[in-house]
């Protein structure tokens, strides 16, 4: 089973070279640290800022420098700082390759639920709605299960919809699914020590499973 650090390490075997690419909040922003060597990405963040780094040492932390999350961060050199009407121009003229979110839950159907918890008061959706609607390509970085071991993984989102059929793949604690196109979850690896069968009991949507389903690689 991976912690928050190993579902980010996985995610950034998904970006490619020359990626241009969105870090939404929560476990996204860990995959910044990530970045395979030998490939060239500009991260990107919604709040006006292009070319972010990793988190910066403690110690090294500039205030004035922070994500769409508000945590401190790093730039690299040749990066832009802009106002955030150019950056979210980027995002709804589609010109990020890849947009990683986290969720609250995921629906078989590819339905995104990110925002808010009814009750519960939130300041607003941020950039998540423009980025479901705008982006090219979309992973989740969520966890599979709640602390009441309850599968966010659903046939139909309880929660708030953030976006309609956007997600195409979920990397969660147990697993890397795609969402197929007509529907249902695909178990395509299985993190390690994690059986096939235990990552069915934890998924309440669809889902269709070989018997024999490769261990990640977090090499």
């Known amino acids: 089973m991976l912690d928050k650090n190993g579902i980010a390490r996985r995610i950034a075997k998904e970006i490619k070279d020359g990626y241009y690419v969105n870090l939404g909040i929560g476990i996204p922003t860990l995959v910044a640290n990530y970045i395979p ?3 060239d990405v500009v991260l990107q963040s919604e709040n006006g800022l292009l070319g972010m780094g990793p988190f910066p040492f403690e110690g090294d932390e500039d205030p004035d420098m922070i994500n ?5 961060i790093t730039t690299l050199p040749g990066s832009a700082v802009f106002d955030s009407a150019m950056s979210f121009g980027m995002i709804r003229s589609q010109k990020i390759d890849l947009t990683i979110l986290g969720a609250m839950e995921v629906s078989e159907n590819g339905d995104i639920a990110n925002w808010k918890i009814p009750g519960k008061m939130v300041k607003g959706m941020g950039g998540a709605m423009d980025l479901v609607a705008s982006a090219k390509n ?15 993984l659903l046939p139909k989102c309880t929660l708030p919809l953030t976006g309609v059929n956007c997600i195409r793949k979920v990397v969660s604690e147990l697993a890397v699914l795609d969402i197929l196109p007509e529907g249902g979850f695909r178990l395509i690896e299985r993190a390690p020590g994690v059986s096939v069968d235990f990552i069915v009991q934890s998924t309440a949507g669809k889902l269709f499973a070989d018997a024999d389903v490769k261990e990640m690689d977090l090499n």
Not at 138 to 152: L, R, T, Y
């Open 37 to 39: 060597d030998g490939i």
């Open 68 to 72: 769409a999350g508000k945590q401190t």
């Open 138 to 152: 979309i992973i989740v970085a969520m966890q599979h299960i709640n602390k009441a071991g309850e599968s966010k």
